[in-house]
Structure formats: structure tokens, C-alpha cells
């Protein structure tokens, strides 16, 4: 039996995201297309993500408590492919803050930076709510 993380989760977006996967789409639209269907569409039909994308395939990176990493590569643009969320257990919602096209260090760092800035005003919020 294949376990899955995060099934039946909803998923929410800042609209940078979408402005990501349209900047990738035009760069390289099989790798937009794979991931759409690889990590977006399981999580909004409910299938949830299988364990081994955090454990095998790595494809899943835990960058702290509920804050994750997809990590994909694109062999067209020849850059690392950077999607970050978050992961809201107690009312089953993936938070998808930011995406990036990794190209050094120093970028990426300030790019978590704001994700984690991002991820601290949505538990913010949402404590403030009940």
C-alpha cells in the first residue's frame, strides 16, 4: 500500500506563483506541464503527494516545521526549480508562497527570506482567527 502526503488538502496560492509557472511555461513548457501535473493536480484532487518524493526521489525538501521545498530540474533552461509552500495540518491546507529558477545561493537565501516572511503572516493570521 503506497502511502501519500497531504491527501485530501486544499490549495491556495500567492499570485506570484502563478506568474512563476507562466515565466517556466514559456521557458520550458514540458517541465511546466510535469510539474502541474506532478505536484498541483494530485494535491487538488485530493491523491496527495507519494512519501517517496520526501524520501526517494527527493523531490521534496523540508526546510523547516511545515515549510517545504518542490525541487525539480530543467535540462532546457539549465536551472534548478525552486517551488515553496507551506503545510497548514490542522485545516488541511497547502500554502503555495513562491517559485523561483535557482541559479545561486545568494539569490535563493534572500528568496526564503520573504517565503519564511510570507509563511509567518499566514500562522499569523490564521491564529488571529480563532
Not at 523561483?100 to 509567518?120: A, G, M, P, V
Request: proline share 2%.
Amino acid at each position: 500500500m503506497e502511502i501519500f502526503l497531504w491527501e485530501k488538502y486544499e490549495i491556495y496560492f500567492y499570485d506570484e506563483v502563478v506568474d512563476f509557472m507562466e515565466k517556466l511555461g514559456e521557458s520550458d513548457p514540458d517541465k511546466a506541464t510535469e510539474i502541474f501535473q506532478d505536484f498541483f493536480e494530485k494535491i487538488k484532487n485530493g491523491i496527495g503527494l507519494p512519501t517517496e518524493y520526501a524520501h526517494g526521489h527527493r523531490k521534496l525538501k523540508n526546510l523547516h516545521d511545515d515549510l517545504w521545498e518542490y525541487r525539480e530540474k530543467s535540462q532546457k533552461i539549465e536551472c534548478l526549480i525552486r517551488i515553496y509552500f507551506g503545510i497548514d495540518k490542522e485545516n488541511k491546507i497547502i500554502i503555495l508562497l513562491g517559485g523561483q529558477f535557482k541559479h545561486d545561493d545568494k539569490e535563493q537565501k534572500s528568496k526564503l527570506n520573504t517565503i519564511r516572511k510570507r509563511w509567518d503572516t499566514y500562522k499569523g493570521k490564521r491564529c488571529k482567527k480563532l
